[in-house]
Every structure is written in structure tokens, then in C-alpha cells.
């Protein structure tokens, strides 16, 4: 019994995380809506069709299992969010351990308070099957690596799979492998494979980003009725013409141009945006965005080399990133969420790395809300309560 408490209390925030987002999941989850047509296409292209961003789960499923039934995929992104919520809580344990005990308890709180959050980590849940949850799991993966000396070269394969998974990592995701590099450039100038890796990831993801974007559709070349044939032999149900709306319309007929998605996208955005549930959702990300921008704020001037306070400004501009993307996409909420979790992948791991800079800026923020009891109250009613029930 002694010993089972034990082991209870030295991973208790292992513990604490997993049920946060055990619950999280089940009750964020749609299961009547369960996955929609978009979602469940997601899975079935492969790079038999081409080498396309967004083939790449298709394209490692399609190794160990040719056909695909809705229930079998929908238990699939099931194990997938458990295996998720299991891979972060894990590292979210360790990573709160090896923290200065000075900023333990708010590196603590701020993760367990962004997993409460709707949006953000709930968002896997409430929109189960997105692909971007391999971004995140991804993301992880290349922290985790970057303490061992030889691991960490894998840093910048990591961001190259966040961008075969899906084009858009390369602006919502590719900032958490800069900053952190950058960072840690600021910390150690003269470390020159701190450099080396540095420059390496910056050229693997905006060479990556390049080819997916704007060359990766000339590698289609399948006829789009064929092509249906394929994805519908791979899927064991009689499907809707709607399944194939993402991929026939990005990849073959009516905007097969980066421009002509841009502009589907736009006018398509503009016939289903909601003014009244967007300003009152942006009035719920307004706090949490203002405290990443408070925490560069303190940072930039505490940072002595230009890595530093070029990273702490172009963090506070990547707060900027939902709201171009939004004019696209009318999933702002998707968009949102990952820069929550980008923003804080960013931070969090750069206190844990005690890179100087940064830990001034969060320190500066945590005793201002250690003072502020009831703001900090208000703050976590207003990004964990209020934003989910504007969803």
C-alpha cells in the first residue's frame, strides 16, 4: 500500500494530466456525429496517388490494412487520443520534475490548465480523426529528443513529417521547432552544432513547406474517376459524393492551381462565417494570448543576443497566424487551438531548458498571477468555461 502511494505521489502530475484528459476526451467527443466524410477521407488517400501533404497516415495504414470500415477508423482515432493523452502526460510528468523548483507549480498549472482547455487539447476530441494530432505527437517527439546529443539531429525530420502530414504545420507548427532552436542559439552563441541544427531545420521545413504547397499536386496524376474507384474500394461502405469534396476539389478539377484553392477556400469561408460566435470566441483567446505576449514582452528584454529578442518578437506576431488563417478556413477554432498548444510547447519546454530569457518573462507572469488570486480565477473561468461553451 506504502508503496503504491508512493509511486502515486512521485508521478501524481502524470497521473493528474491523464485524467484530465481522459475526461476531457469523453466529454468533448461528439460519438453521435462521430467522424463526418471529411474526416474519414483523411485516411484513405496513400502515396500511390501522389506525394501529397496529407497522404502520409493514409500512406503508413495502407501498409497494414488495405480496407477500412467506419468503426474500425473511428476506434483507430480512439486509441489514437488515449495513446496521445498517455505520450503527454508522460512527458508533461518529467518535463514538471526536471523543472526549477522555483517555477514548478506554474509550469504545472499552466499545462494541466491548457488540457482542461477546449481550446486545446480538447479540440482532439471534439473534432476526432483531424490529422493534426500527429503534429502534436510529432511536436513531442522532437522535444523530447533534443536533450541527447544524438537523438536531437532528428529534430528536423520531425518538422518535415509535421509538414508531410499537413501543409498548414509549416505556419502552425514550424514556429515551436524555431523558437526552440533559436533559443537555445541565444543560450549558447558559439555552440556551433547548436547552429548547425538550427539552420538545418529552418532548411528542411521551408524546402518541405515549398514543395507541399505549391509542387507536391504535379506528382497526381491519377484521373479523378479512378481515383474514386481507389478510395472507394478502401472504404467498406457505399459512399456519399461529399467524400470526395476535399480531394477532388484540391487535387483535380476545379482549383487545381495553390491560387485557385486559396480562392475556393476564401469564397467558401465567406458564405459560412458566423461574426457574432467568431468575436465572441476571439473574446475568450484574448487573455491566454495576452499572457504569451506578456511572457516574450519580459523576455525580449532580458534577452542579450539578437536570437533572442528576434524569436520574442516573432512569437508575439504568431499570435497573428489564426486570424490570416481564418479568412481561408472557416475552422478558426482548429487554428486557434494549435497556437495554444504551439505557444505552449514553446514556453514550457523553454523553461524546463531554463533558457534565461524566457524564464524571466514566465516568472514575471507567475507572480503576477500568485498576486492576483481572483484574476487568475477569472482568467482560467474565461479560456476553460467560457470558450466551451461558445463551441
Not at 492551381?257 to 467558401?268: D, H, L, P, Q, Y
Request: a positive charge.
Amino acid at each position: 500500500m506504502k508503496k503504491n502511494l508512493s509511486l502515486l505521489k512521485s508521478n501524481i502530475y502524470f497521473f493528474v494530466a491523464l485524467f484530465l484528459m481522459l475526461v476531457i476526451g469523453l466529454t468533448r467527443y461528439d460519438s453521435e456525429a462521430g467522424l463526418n466524410d471529411f474526416r474519414l477521407l483523411l485516411y484513405l488517400p496513400d502515396y500511390s496517388l501522389g506525394f501529397c501533404s496529407r497522404f502520409l497516415v493514409g500512406s503508413v495504414l495502407s501498409v497494414f490494412k488495405k480496407t477500412f470500415t467506419v468503426k474500425w477508423l473511428t476506434d483507430y482515432c480512439a486509441y489514437v487520443y488515449i495513446f496521445t493523452a498517455f505520450l503527454t502526460a508522460f512527458l508533461f510528468n518529467a518535463l514538471v520534475k526536471k523543472t526549477d523548483e522555483k517555477y514548478r507549480n506554474a509550469v504545472a498549472l499552466s499545462g494541466l490548465m491548457v488540457m482542461a482547455m477546449a481550446v486545446g487539447f480538447g479540440y482532439f476530441a471534439y473534432w476526432l480523426g483531424m490529422t493534426d494530432i500527429y503534429w502534436f505527437i510529432f511536436t513531442l517527439l522532437a522535444l523530447a529528443c533534443l536533450k541527447n546529443r544524438y537523438l536531437r539531429w532528428l529534430f528536423p525530420v520531425f518538422s518535415f513529417l509535421c509538414i508531410a502530414n499537413h501543409y498548414m504545420a509549416a505556419i502552425i507548427v514550424f514556429p515551436v521547432f524555431a523558437a526552440v532552436m533559436m533559443m537555445k542559439t541565444e543560450d549558447n552563441p558559439k555552440d556551433k552544432k547548436t547552429t548547425a541544427l538550427l539552420v538545418l531545420t529552418i532548411a528542411v521545413s521551408v524546402l518541405s513547406g515549398i514543395y507541399f504547397v505549391f509542387f507536391a499536386t504535379k506528382t497526381v496524376t491519377v484521373p479523378m474517376e479512378e481515383a474514386q474507384r481507389y478510395l472507394n474500394s478502401k472504404l467498406a461502405v457505399d459512399q456519399r459524393p461529399t467524400l470526395f469534396y476535399m480531394y477532388g476539389k484540391a487535387r483535380y478539377e476545379t482549383v487545381n492551381t495553390f491560387s485557385g484553392i486559396i480562392r475556393e477556400a476564401t469564397s467558401e469561408n465567406i458564405s459560412e462565417f458566423n461574426a457574432k460566435k467568431f468575436f465572441s470566441f476571439l473574446t475568450s483567446m484574448l487573455p491566454i494570448m495576452s499572457v504569451f505576449s506578456s511572457v516574450y514582452f519580459f523576455a525580449f528584454k532580458k534577452a542579450n543576443h539578437f536570437p533572442g529578442k528576434i524569436t520574442c518578437v516573432l512569437c508575439v506576431l504568431f499570435n497573428i497566424v489564426p486570424f490570416a488563417v481564418s479568412v481561408v478556413s472557416s475552422d478558426y477554432i482548429r487554428w486557434f487551438s494549435l497556437l495554444v498548444m504551439s505557444q505552449t510547447l514553446i514556453i514550457l519546454y523553454l523553461v524546463y531548458d531554463r533558457n534565461e530569457a524566457i524564464c524571466e518573462g514566465f516568472g514575471k507572469i507567475s507572480d503576477f498571477f500568485a498576486k492576483n488570486p481572483v484574476l487568475l480565477a477569472a482568467f482560467g473561468y474565461i479560456t476553460i468555461i467560457y470558450a466551451s461553451r461558445i463551441i
